[in-house]
């Protein structure tokens, strides 16, 4: 899990809209661009061109 203060201040780079944990906790989805970044070593990856988008 990511650190509670860090989880806070995280941002979808896309639209910088707030983004919330997948089902699993393995990702973090912005539910406005309908993207999942990834989450590595508790790390998470919020690159555009990382992001896988969800499924419609």
């Excluded at 910088?16 to 990856?45: M, Q, R």
């Amino acid at each position: 899990m990511i650190d509670k203060d860090l989880f806070a201040i995280l941002a979808c780079p896309k639209c910088k809209d707030k983004v919330v944990y997948n089902s699993d906790n393995t990702g973090l989805i912005c539910e406005k661009c309908a993207l999942e970044y990834p989450i590595h070593d508790d790390i998470p990856v919020m690159l555009i061109d990382e992001a896988k988008p969800l499924p419609q």
